[in-house]
Structures are given as structure tokens and as C-alpha cells.
């Protein structure tokens, strides 16, 4: 069965600072992988995806994150940390032509100033 | 219009009553899907509907009941809730089934007392 894995429950880290957010997948097939992230009592808002192709996706907000298949991953980073993106951050991947989005437990991100 | 919307943004009821969320977009999109989200947890997909058909429903307790009038238009009846029923409850839409990133709204904050 398909899973993710964020390892990191919650990161702290000064303004200005580079953010690594790990995720881990486990599926069978090239995944279609996702990132979203949810401010408190809000819904979700989606910061990039990979479907196929360059392995490095440019996302919304400054966001970047890199497929590698070696690893079974899908990491989130960002240069330089902003206050405003402290929030929850999930990682997702949808199975082969389902409906089902699967989620990671997330990580929370606190930005000290 | 690119946004989902959803109503109420906070409803408590009591165990006895009888309510309804409603969940709405105008972006042509011909998936549409309910989650519940915990605190400090990731979303759980409830129900998914697909050119207004229902297509997955999780094992849902039968005092959720979900509804599509129409393309544009989703609702979730609710029954005799129990108190761990309250939750952020999201709705989201997609262009179509599979391979699609899905579009959140903001969520509805249930508390059932």
C-alpha cells in the first residue's frame, strides 16, 4: 500500500534561514507527488506538485522541492525562510488513477524572528 | 473564480440535530471531496464524488450523508453527531479524477456538543 512519511513532527528556525522539509514516499510506480501547506483553521493551499519530467519543481512562495526516486523522496526547501510561512506543511501523493489523495502526518513550522 | 467556498465557517450542534455544510466552486472542476481533519492531524477522506456521481465513500458512518445537486454544489447532511465528530471538516474540488492536484476551501469548524 502507498504511504509517506514526514520524519520531522516540527521544525524551528530563525527568519532568513535555508528550510529543508523531508518526505518520504512508498509506492510501486512514479508517484504523483504533492505539497500543500495549511495556516491555522484554514484549508489547504497547494505549493507545488511532480507528475513527470525536470525532477527539481519550482512551487509558489519561493518554494522548491526535488524527486528522487533513488530515494524514495520529495524534499521541500526554501533559501530563506519568511515569518509568514510558519504553517503546516503536508506532503501527499495520489496513487495511478484513483481519487484518493495519501498524506503525510505533516510538519510544523515555527519561524522564529 | 478559483476558489472553493464553503458554509458555515463554525457550526455547533447538539447530538440531536440535523444540519448541513455546503461546499461550492465555479471552476468547472467535475471531482469534488470531503475530508475531516482532527487537530494536529492530516486530512481523512470521507467521500468523493465524480461528474456528480459518488464515487468513493470511506466507511463513513451512515449519520454523514453527502449530496451533488450539481456540478458546481456539494453538501454533507448531518445526523445525530457524536461529540468526537467535531473537527475541521474540508472540501475540496479537482478538474477531473486522477492526476489532478486538488483545490481546498477553507473548512468548516464543527463542535458537537
Known amino acids: 500500500a502507498q504511504s509517506v512519511t514526514q520524519p520531522d513532527i516540527h521544525i524551528t528556525v530563525s527568519e532568513g534561514a535555508s528550510l529543508e522539509l523531508r518526505c518520504n514516499y512508498s509506492?510501486?510506480?512514479?508517484?504523483?507527488l504533492f505539497w500543500y501547506v495549511q495556516s491555522p483553521g484554514q484549508g489547504l493551499q497547494l505549493l507545488l506538485k511532480y507528475f513527470s519530467g525536470d525532477t527539481l519543481v519550482q512551487g509558489i512562495k519561493g518554494f522548491e522541492a526535488e524527486f528522487k526516486r533513488s530515494q524514495s523522496s520529495f524534499n521541500l526547501r526554501k533559501p530563506s525562510v519568511h515569518w509568514s510561512d510558519a504553517a503546516e506543511y503536508f506532503c501527499a501523493v495520489e496513487a495511478y488513477n484513483t481519487d484518493k489523495l495519501i498524506f503525510g502526518t505533516g510538519t510544523r513550522l515555527q519561524v522564529f524572528p | 473564480d478559483t476558489e472553493v467556498t464553503q458554509t458555515p465557517k463554525h457550526l455547533v450542534m447538539g447530538m440531536t440535530n440535523k444540519k448541513s455544510l455546503k461546499c461550492e466552486q465555479h471552476m468547472g472542476h467535475r471531482a469534488m471531496y470531503w475530508y475531516k481533519q482532527k487537530a494536529k492531524k492530516p486530512p481523512e477522506l470521507m467521500f468523493v464524488?465524480?461528474?456528480?456521481?459518488?464515487?468513493i465513500n470511506e466507511s463513513v458512518p451512515s449519520r454523514f450523508s453527502p449530496e451533488c445537486p450539481n456540478s458546481s454544489l456539494l453538501n454533507l447532511h448531518l445526523h445525530a453527531l457524536q461529540p468526537e465528530d467535531s473537527a475541521l471538516y474540508l472540501c475540496a474540488s479537482s478538474p477531473d479524477h486522477a492526476y489532478n492536484e486538488q483545490f481546498f476551501g477553507p473548512g468548516t469548524r464543527l463542535t458537537v456538543l
Open positions: 509506492y510501486g510506480a512514479t508517484p504523483y
Open positions: 464524488y465524480s461528474y456528480e456521481k459518488l464515487s
